[in-house]
């Protein structure tokens, strides 16, 4: 079965090469890298027409004004030809195995939304480290997702024999969570492959890197798209807020252990 990798690209010249090395160096080679090039102002459009020029699964595509992410994910999966979508930002890696394993897990489980577990690397000092590693049980439910996401969209992949092709809403940040969101009320649980298959890269000054300041895009998840009540949505986000504190202070503790 053909795996459609997509990649939203917007001025990711710095990285976007070791992202690309990461799919090609994949143990299972039936897959399709489609990059959207989200009219970048650096290099980043030339760096991946080398790749095409070397690989013939590689392609690229771009938007002729900035969509953002959700905009360059769905461009991709417009596109797509595989049977299965897979996820992966123009900063962040896979393991080789990545691929295999998650395709394996699914097929042997009936599974068709799947996460992995995954590294967190930062900048210390101008060297990427590794600074934490995302494990989660098993299985994840809608409602476990609404109080903390745990699913790296690094890792994500489902089936569009099972699905249909998924599309994430037009948001600045957390579209992912909810297009997970929306999944999960067809499939009622994503499988997790308990394996560290990706890499997540923390580039400085990126909205992501600071989970606290997602809480906006959150409060609009649980009020606009998912109807929740004004009660429920503030215990879920002092839920959010406790855990992401006390995950920052394991990975601290952590670190010290190293």
């Known amino acids: 079965d053909l795996v459609s990798v997509v990649m939203p690209c917007h001025n990711g010249g710095e990285f976007v090469s070791d992202a690309i090395e990461s799919v090609l160096s994949q143990t299972y080679s039936r897959w399709e890298l489609i990059i959207c090039d989200d009219s970048s102002s650096d290099n980043s459009r030339d760096i991946v027409q080398d790749f095409v020029k070397r690989d013939s699964r590689v392609r690229l595509i771009a938007n002729s004004r900035v969509r953002g ?23 962040d890696l896979w393991a080789p195995t990545k691929l295999a394993s998650q395709l394996r897990y699914m097929r042997e489980n009936n599974v068709m939304f799947s996460h992995t577990w995954y590294s967190v690397i930062k900048s210390v000092n101008g060297t990427f480290k590794k600074v934490a590693t995302r494990r989660w049980r098993a299985e994840y439910s809608y409602n476990d997702t609404l109080r903390n996401c745990r699913i790296g969209c690094l890792t994500v992949m489902y089936d569009t024999f099972a699905l249909g092709k998924r599309y994430m809403p037009n948001m600045a940040k957390r579209q992912d969570l909810a297009l997970w969101l929306e999944i999960l009320r067809t499939t009622y649980v994503i499988g997790c492959v308990k394996e560290d298959l990706a890499i997540y890269r923390i580039v400085p000054g990126s909205v992501s890197s600071n989970k606290l300041r997602l809480l906006k895009y959150h409060w609009h998840i649980y009020r606009n798209y998912e109807a929740i009540s004004f009660i429920r949505a503030s215990w879920l986000m002092g839920s959010y807020i406790m855990v992401y504190l006390s995950r920052r202070l394991q990975d601290s503790i952590n670190r010290g252990s190293m």
């Not at 959700?70 to 049977?83: E, H, L, P, Q, Y």
């Not at 299965?84 to 900063?91: M, P, R, T």
């Open 69 to 91: 992410a959700a905009g360059a994910r769905n461009s991709c999966i417009d596109v797509a030809d595989g049977r299965y979508i897979a996820f992966l930002d123009a900063d």
